[in-house]
């Protein structure tokens, strides 16, 4: 069965990059259709789309952070890394990973709470 | 950028019957927007109920419904019961990226 577990610090200082690693099972991120999401959700608030990675290696990024996000794939490992330059502290979330197969996001995992403060 | 636009808050009798809806900025949703449905409950992660308009995953309950309506995505729910009292958020795909709603509060009341 898929699964997915985010992993990476929870405490970052305003001004760090923040890098985040999604370790997933069940699937290959080589296989056609396939992609890995990142979303994050602050407190209190509404689920934000981030970023996401196909299988083919496209990616692509919220037009809003854009410039500060990147991610990256690594299928021998079955890994997928997002960094996300310049941290302030409304970007304290949960951060999640999701499983997308056919336009459907049918798997997430439990997602990490990342607090920006210094 | 687009903005996705969904009811704040709902109230919905046990038994009832209530339909939420999904708007874009940019327009009609088609299925084109590959709109998915997602519940949450207080201190879990989504879970995944609806994707492009209408299929259902396998841990789905029949009681819920995707659709296209008057040009928004829709959600319903039948024969609503106590636990599906949640939040209720819809993600739609617009040029090239996804998108998500601000989110429904459902109360079953």
């Known amino acids: 069965q898929i699964s997915l577990k985010e992993s990476g610090p929870t405490l970052v200082r305003p001004t760090q990059t923040l890098t985040l690693t999604c370790t997933f099972s069940g699937f290959s991120l080589s296989t056609s259709g396939v992609g890995v999401n990142w979303i994050r959700q602050s407190p209190g608030k509404a689920l934000e789309w981030l970023a996401l990675?196909?299988?083919?290696?496209?990616?692509r990024y919220s037009p809003s952070l854009r410039s500060r996000l990147s991610i990256t794939k690594d299928t021998s490992k079955n890994q997928v890394v997002l960094t996300m330059t310049n941290m302030d502290p409304v970007d304290t979330a949960t951060y999640t990973c999701a499983h997308l197969y056919r336009s459907g996001f049918d798997h997430w995992g439990q997602g990490i709470m990342v607090t920006v403060s210094s | 950028q687009t903005v996705v636009t969904q009811e704040p808050s709902l109230t919905v009798s046990p038994g009832g019957t209530v339909t939420l809806t999904c708007a874009s900025s940019t327009g009609a949703v088609t299925s084109g927007y590959y709109p998915n449905w997602f519940q949450q409950k207080p201190g879990q992660a989504p879970r995944p109920l609806i994707y492009t308009v209408n299929n259902k995953h396998s841990w789905t309950p029949a009681r819920f419904s995707g659709s296209l309506l008057g040009g928004k995505a829709a959600l319903t729910l039948s024969n609503v019961q106590p636990e599906d009292e949640a939040e209720y958020y819809c993600l739609i795909l617009n040029g090239g990226t996804w998108v998500f709603g601000g989110g429904t509060k459902l109360t079953v009341l």
């Open positions: 990675i196909y299988w083919d290696d496209g990616k």
